[in-house]
């Protein structure tokens, strides 16, 4: 088994004899002509489009053009504080989609192609979240589809990125570089697969009958994220043992 220095692909010559069962297994995946890169660029790509996006978040926080003399700045930040709910909401979020993916991509020495289009697919739905909670700052609470576009779109975020850490950790176990007792879905592949989405479904349900209700929803939400990030001594998840190359 050789590996391409120019791409960092897995590739097989006609001189390899399987002899281990982790031949066997690369074999079995070869016969399935799936292709295997290293995840460097895969991060960095990442790490790329999270940037923009949480600059582009930022940038939604505008001051009011042209306020009237005498107009009171903590009055006029208390009027827009939707702008900033949906910012520190959506900027919790991010961070969250950031550690998760970026741990399951780092703990991997490489990565499938199918992993890799997973990937591409989460982030073209987390380059619109700048866009759903401009949305919010917009038309505020006035109308439920709002809220309801903002947590379909956060729901289906969430799954494709719980879809991401399942492939990458069944490259990982078939590649023979996961630890033995390392089988079936991880807590935070069930949570992103499962309670998030729950989550955004209860909420846009909510936002139907008062958006208010949609809003404390997801601040509740990002308060206990919050919560376990500062307190945990480790993200207990996706702990991928990645053997040397060589």
């Not at 982790?22 to 660029?41: C, G, I, P, V």
């Not at 001051?63 to 006029?76: F, K, L, M, N, R």
């Not at 993916?101 to 380059?127: D, E, M, P, W, Y």
């Amino acid at each position: 088994m050789l590996q391409d220095r120019s791409t960092g692909q897995l590739c097989q010559t006609d001189t390899d004899v399987p002899a281990t069962p982790h031949d066997r297994r690369f074999n079995a995946l070869m016969s399935k002509q799936r292709t295997f890169y290293r995840s460097e660029r895969l991060g960095a790509l990442t790490d790329g489009l999270f940037a923009i996006v949480l600059t582009l978040l930022v940038l939604e926080l505008k001051i009011p053009e042209d306020p009237a003399p005498g107009t009171d700045v903590v009055q006029v930040l208390i009027n827009d504080w939707e702008a900033f709910a949906g910012w520190l909401i959506s900027f919790v979020i991010l961070a969250r989609l950031w550690m998760f993916q970026h741990h399951a991509a780092a703990s991997a020495r490489f990565v499938s192609s199918r992993s890799i289009a997973i990937n591409f697919v989460f982030l073209a739905t987390v380059s619109l979240i700048p866009f759903s909670a401009h949305l919010v700052s917009t038309f505020e609470l006035a109308q439920p589809m709002v809220l309801q576009i903002f947590s379909l779109l956060i729901g289906l975020v969430s799954i494709f990125l719980g879809w991401f850490m399942s492939s990458v950790r069944n490259d990982q176990r078939a590649l023979g570089r996961s630890e033995p007792d390392a089988q079936g879905w991880t807590q935070g592949t069930i949570h992103h697969l499962v309670w998030v989405p729950i989550v955004a479904v209860v909420a846009a349900i909510t936002a139907q009958l008062d958006p208010r209700l949609a809003l404390a929803v997801w601040t509740i939400e990002t308060v206990i994220v919050l919560v376990i990030f500062l307190t945990a001594r480790s993200d207990g998840d996706l702990h991928i043992y990645a053997p040397d190359d060589n």
